[in-house]
Nanobody, 125 residues
Framework: QLQASGGGLVQAGDSLRLSCAAS????????MGWFRQAPGKEREFVAG????????YYTDSVKGRFTISRDNAKNTVDLQMNSLKPEDTAVYYC????????????????????WGQGTLVTVSS
């Protein structure tokens, strides 16, 4: 199970840190990702991180502003979001997929097996 938290209402330019806690003893065997879905839009990939934390991937619109990290000892994956923009407003979801999956598909929602419940991030202008 995945439990996302940390969402809230902030102003443009502010920072926010999302956290996702995973239950179970095999967390380190999963690639983790963050997705978001704005009203009326499809769910989109935001960031992903390899099982070891050694590789991270970002969608272009958040590069340089967002940082994904994980702590396998604590079974958590975080998303540090800086310089937030109104267009970052969305429900953010954490997700997990098998570490053996190809990194060519890391941005595809259908490649993820487990999903958290989502946390709402609202950025006002």
């Amino acid at each position: 199970q995945l439990q996302a938290s940390g969402g809230g209402l902030v102003q443009a330019g502010d920072s926010l840190r999302l956290s996702c806690a995973a239950s179970g003893r095999t967390f380190s065997s999963y690639t983790m990702g963050w997705f978001r879905q704005a009203p009326g839009k499809e769910r989109e990939f935001v960031a992903g991180i390899s099982w070891s934390g050694g590789s991270a991937y970002y969608t272009d619109s958040v590069k340089g502003r967002f940082t994904i990290s994980r702590d396998n000892a604590k079974n958590t994956v975080d998303l540090q979001m800086n310089s937030l923009k109104p267009e970052d407003t969305a429900v953010y979801y954490c997700a997990a997929r098998n570490a053996g999956s190809s990194y060519y598909t890391i941005r595809r929602p259908d490649s993820y097996v487990y999903w958290g419940q989502g946390t709402l991030v609202t950025v006002s202008s």
